[in-house]
């Protein structure tokens, strides 16, 4: 069974509640997030008022299976808003959202199911085409082809978090995963090919040339992290735990970081995982947490408030992720801003966010998940070791800052306008 204390996990395992529509209507962002980071109240000096901008992305903060990607694109769009911005970002609605909202100063948009959206949202745009200056296209997989409904001289900027070439054919028939790493391909790459492409790692960058051939400019822009982490007081049970934070969905491979409790029952019999999500794979999860070679020691959290969240992460020895395809990996820098070191697979983008031996530990090819949790926490046994990884985490974590993300998006566009500008005059 679930350990008792999983707040979010009712009694018979079902999938966790979601949070009242009151709340699940804000994103759930620390204080900091975007407050004070990118802030979202434009100043007297605002550099970008009487812009708008259209900001394209496939899902929001608050819907249910949200994740770095639907972060990204809320603090870039809370930054612009703080700069004097009139931003509409343009998104897919669940069951009960409200088709139109504003929030943080941020005009939502919502359209259509995850299928829908991609045609909802280029109608939407050209319809409205001339009171737009600038676009913010966020291509999960699949662009919104902004380029062909938007003005000419409309700045336009694609963001490709990682190429989804794996999880195409994960989760698609192989007929329609062909198609969809066509239209990622060949139709993005000509389509795009004179648009700035922001992405947010160099291992995505060096896919983005390596696999799609991308022809446009890339610049990297690293995800940022929040300045203020509140932290609640609750009790986190095991000697050692670890904890997994994100989205409870197939690619993630939480199931991989929930069997670590019988993988390593007998050499650490005091070892408790701590999952902290939503999705679908929850009641999957469940029904393994009930089994006897794990009962008590998986503790299924559900959703948590952030500070609460930040308990439990930075309650843990160690945070896991099994993801094998990642564009950064933005809870691998939480948890590092926490003190808390990650032991993750060695491919794109996990390899930029963990600096291996340093705030973390890669899986190398060849090597169990298991097997390198197992030594990671036998080295973190070592006070010193442990104090020395956390210091370093905590500076790692210093670097990226969601103020420099939106200033960076920022001057990429004005720097497009001022160039178009100089074209007309």
Request: hydrophobic share 40%.
């Amino acid at each position: 069974m679930v350990a008792p204390g999983a707040k979010a996990a009712p009694p018979n395992l079902a999938s966790p509640p979601e949070p009242p529509p009151e709340q699940r209507q804000r994103p759930t962002l620390a204080p900091g997030h975007g407050d004070a980071d990118a802030g979202h109240a434009a100043g007297p000096d605002a550099p970008l008022r009487g812009l708008t901008v259209a900001l394209c992305n496939f899902r929001e903060p608050s819907q249910t299976v949200a994740g770095g990607a639907e972060v990204f694109a809320w603090q870039v769009a809370s930054y612009l808003v703080g700069q004097g911005a009139t931003v509409y970002f343009l998104t897919s609605r669940e069951p009960g959202q409200p088709r139109a909202e504003r929030r943080d100063g941020i005009e939502l948009r919502r359209m259509g199911n995850r299928y829908l959206v991609y045609l909802l949202v280029p109608l939407w745009l050209l319809l409205r085409r001339r009171r737009i200056d600038a676009a913010i296209d966020c291509m999960n997989g699949i662009p919104f082809f902004t380029p062909l409904v938007l003005r000419r001289r409309t700045r336009i900027i694609c963001v490709v978090h990682h190429v989804h070439r794996l999880q195409f054919y994960a989760f698609f028939p192989r007929w329609l995963a062909r198609i969809g790493c066509f239209i990622e391909g060949p139709v993005a790459r000509l389509l795009y090919r004179k648009r700035t492409t922001v992405t947010i790692s160099e291992s995505s960058k060096r896919e983005l040339r390596e696999r799609l051939r991308w022809l446009a400019p890339i610049e990297v822009v690293h995800n940022g992290s929040p300045a203020v982490r509140p932290i609640a007081s609750l009790p986190v049970s095991g000697d050692p735990a670890i904890v997994y934070v994100g989205r409870l969905v197939g690619h993630k491979h939480v199931d991989r970081v929930v069997e670590l409790a019988a993988e390593l029952a007998a050499k650490r019999p005091g070892l408790h995982v701590h999952v902290v999500g939503r999705g679908p794979e929850y009641d999957r999860l469940a029904e393994r947490a009930r089994r006897p070679d794990v009962a008590g020691r998986v503790h299924l959290h559900g959703y948590l408030p952030e500070a609460e969240k930040n308990a439990i992460v930075s309650g843990a020895r160690l945070n896991v992720t099994a993801s094998e395809f990642e564009g950064w990996g933005l809870t691998v820098i939480e948890a590092a801003a926490l003190g808390i070191p990650t032991v993750a697979y060695d491919v794109p983008g996990l390899r930029d966010s963990v600096r291996d031996g340093v705030t973390g530990w890669l899986v190398k090819e060849g090597e169990r998940l298991a097997d390198v949790v197992d030594r990671a926490l036998e080295e973190l046994s070592d006070p010193q070791v442990r104090e020395r990884m956390s210091r370093a985490c905590r500076m790692w974590a210093q670097e990226f800052t969601w103020g420099k993300t939106g200033a960076t998006i920022a001057a990429l566009i004005t720097a497009k306008l001022d160039e178009t500008s100089r074209e007309k005059s």
